[in-house]
């Protein structure tokens, strides 16, 4: 099918393509989910190299469900988003918190490339910031704020009531502008309005 | 909530709509890995569905196989040879509901004579 084609078709449809045989639908399946998935896997775990993992598992289980699918019931992408999740859950069982002060420090920052490490250095301290709260929270939170999910959709994908999401994400901005109380000079803002 | 708080919170939005707007490309490879799986899994032969198994398999199953089986066999045929030549200790629960009053003293050795088996000893 073209590829143009592909561009206006729902997730669910590509996955009935994909399930037939159609080679072009896992490429416009993955082009739309797997940036969401690992961005998710990404913030959650707060490394590139277990997100990358995390996210391939989810996309793995996405290609050998497709045969199965049953349109309508739920959205392709909450049902990753939760799978991911899931898998990011474990991981972060197996592993030991990690502090705050454990965050690498920026580096020096060298002419030139002064703005790139405050971006760095900011992106840091948020994601060392999100590691520190609670799984629950961090999760709604990431997909609340930073993947740009309606509470509905959040809510399916934790399988809770959307007022719990929203208390969740409430509780959770509060935990990070407590945890990143402070740092407002150390991370530019006293004197930047970017 | 304090001047301070707004602060806080506002620090806090700036970061998360930083991160939302700069999520970096994904690692290269990824994607041709995802999609290499894409293909290995799609060319993989659809599974035919498992036969449905006969009755007789499925219950011996629930029974405990073969050994379930073989002990449900044995005490079958246990009990009913109790219940046609019941022990002397045991009393003889058909009499007792056909309203005999004592079954027939029969000899330990009546079944064997019956048959004639002495007579070979000569």
Redo the contacts between chains.
């Keep these: 099918m073209p590829r143009d084609t592909l561009s206006t078709l729902s997730d669910d449809a590509l996955m009935v393509l ?1 399930a037939n ?1 159609d ?1 072009a639908a ?2 416009a399946l ?1 082009g739309r989910l ?2 969401r998935v ?2 998710q896997a ?2 959650m775990l707060g490394d ?1 190299g277990e997100a ?1 993992d995390v ?2 598992e989810a ?2 289980r996405l ?2 469900i497709a ?1 199965r699918w049953r349109q309508g019931e739920a959205q392709v992408s909450t049902w990753l988003y939760r799978v991911c999740a899931n898998l990011c859950t474990d991981r972060l069982r197996k592993r030991r918190h990690v502090a705050l002060d454990e965050i690498a420090e920026p580096e020096d920052p060298v002419p030139g490339v002064e703005r790139k490490m405050q ?1 760095r250095s ?2 840091d ?2 994601q060392g910031a999100l590691n520190a709260l609670p799984e629950r929270q961090r999760q709604a ?1 990431i997909l609340r ?4 999910l309606a509470n509905p959709e959040i809510a399916a994908v934790m399988e809770i009531s959307p007022r719990a999401v929203e208390s969740l994400t409430a509780r959770g ?2 935990a ?3 945890l ?2 402070g ?2 000079a150390e ?1 530019g ?1 006293d004197d930047d309005t ?1 | 909530m304090t001047p ?2 707004d ?3 506002t ?2 939005d ?3 709509k ?3 707007d ?3 490309d ?2 290269s490879g ?2 041709a ?3 290499a ?3 290995a ?2 060319s993989q032969p ?1 599974r035919p569905p498992m036969p449905a198994r006969p009755l007789w398999a499925r219950l011996s199953e629930a029974l405990g196989g073969w050994q379930g089986m073989g002990g449900l066999v044995a005490a079958t045929c246990a009990g009913v040879w109790i219940g046609f030549s019941p022990p002397a200790s045991v009393p003889d629960a058909g009499a007792l509901i056909l309203g005999y009053e004592a079954g027939v003293e029969e000899s330990s050795t009546a079944e064997l004579t019956s048959f004639g088996w002495d007579l070979d000893e000569g």
């Design positions: 994909y045989g080679p896992a490429r993955a797997l940036p690992f961005g990404r913030r590139d990358e996210a391939q996309m793995v290609w050998r045969p971006e900011r992106d301290a948020l939170v704020h930073i993947e740009g901005k509060r990070l502008a407590a990143l109380a740092k407002r991370l803002y970017s | 301070h708080d602060d806080d919170m620090q806090v700036r970061l998360l930083a991160a939302r700069g999520e970096p994904l690692p990824l994607m890995r995802v999609l799986d894409a293909d899994i799609q659809a």
